[in-house]
């Protein structure tokens, strides 16, 4: 709120702060870096096309400042909008330098805030992703977990529904179409529209999630929020001009109201499906905010103090675990030998040959081979196997995504292992409800 009213004095600045928070916590609840990340964009947006402007939104390097430190902020927290935020940053400068050429400008604008932007988003990216891109450029495509776009990231990004943040986003385009040659707000937003729309075209073209549709149409609903905000301002304005006895004050007031309520009453709506997982999951405390049974967390706290005692205090960073209930790791944090599903594994981590060699030890005829396996293993072998129990074996769930980014494809697998694979003195095994913790000596 405090960037968006450094730039402008008026209401509509901190509605538009009001406004734009909700849209970015309606559109992402699930995912709070994203949120952070949305909350930055519009004011990054204006103060970064206020920069290249005869006369600046902020004064002095303040824009450079808040907008570098963005830029490393979203590095940090959430890669599609870091992306969004450098691919806004290149068509600012390419519509500024077209703006100059075509008004037969002798110079062009000044461009040193945002090259200088720039030049901080290059590093923060080369900091945070350039390892890894390394990395993934020298792996073979075989050793690789490539995750692709589903036909619904790919689809065209389309933001406006019927809801009460949908028209105010109509409203929002209308203004920026009307808008977009004379005011620069519209044209920071209008060019963050075209910058969102030129990320998701490349990221289908390069078959990358580097910004897919539901991320696009995420930033499109924040942006022109945000615009709706402005539309209205300026209809407020005309009417108190036009008719001098309307009260502005009044009349923003009551419109500010009226969009509140019908925001409030969509939230159920729009936000069913955390209010249902906050209702019904199991929290650390082994305890449903629903009254019902809770589920397998409840004895994660048993299972840590098991897996202590068997590894004689051992530093849980120290200790690997296999487990299909990857719940776990939110309330202890172990190295995990495997991720959720192919869709959240590190493409490096070589998923798939994973879930073979898994496989693999399942089929092996006793503990002795286990044990040479997991020490002749490529990777830091699993100290402890966190296993479902049943009367025969023990079972371990795999998640498989069809289209690693479309969680509507999700199956799921079992590896089955024989209870004569761990009955040796190299393991304990030790029974904590409906699990089996079985840890190496």
Same mark, same amino acid.
């Given at each position: 709120?405090?960037?968006?009213?450094?730039?402008?004095?008026?209401?509509?600045?901190?509605?538009?702060?009001?406004?734009?928070?909700?849209?970015?916590?309606?559109?992402?609840?699930?995912?709070?870096?994203?949120?952070?990340?949305?909350?930055?964009?519009?004011? #990054?947006?204006?103060? %970064?096309?206020?920069?290249?402007?005869?006369?600046?939104? +902020?004064?002095?390097? =303040?824009? &450079?400042? @808040? $907008?570098?430190?963005?830029?490393?902020?979203?590095?940090?927290?959430?890669?599609?909008?870091?992306?969004?935020?450098?691919?806004?940053?290149?068509?600012?400068?390419?519509?500024?330098?077209?703006?100059?050429?075509?008004?037969?400008?002798?110079?062009?604008?000044?461009?040193?805030?945002?090259?200088?932007?720039?030049?901080?988003?290059?590093?923060?990216?080369?900091?945070?992703?350039?390892?890894?891109?390394?990395?993934?450029?020298?792996?073979?495509?075989?050793?690789?977990?490539?995750?692709?776009?589903? #036909?619904?990231?790919? %689809?065209?990004?389309?933001?406006?529904?019927?809801?009460? +943040?949908?028209?105010? =986003?109509? &409203?929002? @385009? $209308?203004?920026?179409?009307?808008?977009?040659?004379?005011?620069?707000?519209?044209?920071?937003?209008?060019?963050?529209?075209?910058?969102?729309?030129?990320?998701?075209?490349?990221?289908?073209?390069?078959?990358?999630?580097?910004?897919?549709?539901?991320?696009?149409?995420?930033?499109?609903?924040?942006?022109?929020?945000?615009?709706?905000?402005?539309?209205?301002?300026?209809?407020?304005?005309?009417?108190?001009?036009?008719?001098?006895?309307?009260?502005?004050?009044?009349?923003?007031?009551?419109?500010?109201?009226?969009?509140?309520? %019908?925001?409030?009453?969509?939230?159920?709506?729009?936000?069913?499906?955390?209010?249902?997982?906050?209702?019904?999951?199991?929290?650390?405390?082994?305890?449903?905010?629903?009254?019902?049974?809770?589920?397998?967390?409840?004895?994660?706290?048993?299972?840590?103090?098991?897996?202590?005692?068997?590894?004689?205090?051992?530093?849980?960073?120290?200790?690997?675990?296999?487990?299909?209930?990857?719940?776990?790791?939110?309330?202890?944090?172990?190295?995990?030998?495997?991720?959720?599903?192919?869709?959240?594994?590190?493409?490096?981590?070589?998923?798939?040959?994973?879930?073979?060699?898994?496989?693999?030890?399942?089929?092996?005829?006793?503990?002795?081979?286990?044990?040479?396996?997991?020490?002749?293993?490529?990777?830091?072998?699993?100290?402890?196997?966190?296993?479902?129990?049943?009367?025969?074996?023990?079972?371990?769930?795999?998640?498989?995504?069809?289209?690693?980014?479309?969680?509507?494809?999700?199956?799921?697998?079992?590896?089955?292992?024989?209870?004569?694979?761990?009955?040796?003195?190299?393991?304990?095994?030790?029974?904590?409800?409906?699990?089996?913790?079985?840890?190496?000596?």
């Amino acid at each position: 709120m405090v960037w968006w009213t450094k730039l402008g004095r008026s209401l509509w600045m901190t509605g538009a702060a009001v406004v734009t928070t909700v849209a970015a916590v309606v559109a992402a609840a699930d995912d709070p870096p994203a949120v952070i990340a949305l909350v930055m964009l519009g004011p #990054a947006l204006v103060t %970064a096309w206020g920069a290249v402007r005869p006369q600046p939104v +902020l004064s002095g390097w =303040g824009p &450079v400042v @808040l $907008l570098a430190a963005s830029a490393v902020l979203c590095a940090g927290i959430d890669e599609h909008y870091f992306t969004l935020l450098a691919v806004s940053l290149v068509v600012m400068v390419v519509a500024s330098v077209a703006a100059a050429r075509m008004q037969s400008r002798k110079a062009f604008p000044s461009l040193k805030p945002l090259i200088v932007v720039m030049a901080v988003v290059a590093v923060s990216g080369a900091v945070m992703y350039g390892p890894y891109l390394l990395a993934l450029i020298t792996t073979p495509a075989s050793e690789r977990t490539d995750i692709g776009l589903s #036909a619904s990231e790919r %689809a065209l990004p389309w933001p406006i529904d019927v809801s009460a +943040l949908g028209a105010l =986003g109509l &409203v929002g @385009l $209308l203004w920026l179409v009307t808008r977009v040659y004379r005011d620069r707000f519209a044209q920071a937003i209008a060019l963050g529209v075209v910058a969102t729309y030129v990320g998701w075209l490349l990221s289908v073209l390069a078959g990358t999630a580097a910004m897919t549709s539901l991320q696009a149409e995420q930033a499109l609903r924040v942006l022109l929020a945000a615009a709706g905000i402005f539309a209205s301002g300026e209809l407020v304005r005309e009417l108190a001009s036009s008719i001098p006895s309307i009260p502005i004050q009044r009349v923003a007031l009551a419109l500010g109201v009226i969009a509140t309520v %019908a925001v409030v009453q969509e939230i159920p709506t729009d936000l069913r499906t955390p209010i249902s997982a906050a209702y019904t999951d199991t929290d650390g405390y082994g305890d449903r905010a629903d009254g019902y049974p809770p589920a397998a967390p409840t004895h994660f706290d048993q299972i840590d103090q098991a897996i202590r005692a068997a590894r004689q205090g051992q530093p849980r960073d120290q200790t690997t675990v296999l487990t299909g209930d990857s719940a776990f790791f939110a309330y202890h944090p172990y190295p995990g030998f495997l991720s959720q599903s192919d869709r959240y594994s590190n493409r490096l981590a070589d998923y798939n040959r994973r879930v073979r060699q898994l496989s693999a030890w399942a089929n092996l005829p006793n503990s002795e081979s286990l044990v040479d396996e997991l020490d002749a293993g490529q990777w830091d072998a699993p100290e402890v196997f966190l296993l479902r129990e049943t009367p025969t074996d023990y079972t371990l769930r795999i998640a498989r995504d069809t289209q690693p980014s479309d969680l509507a494809t999700r199956s799921y697998t079992t590896i089955r292992f024989p209870r004569a694979v761990f009955d040796s003195d190299h393991f304990t095994t030790t029974s904590v409800g409906p699990f089996a913790v079985i840890a190496r000596k």
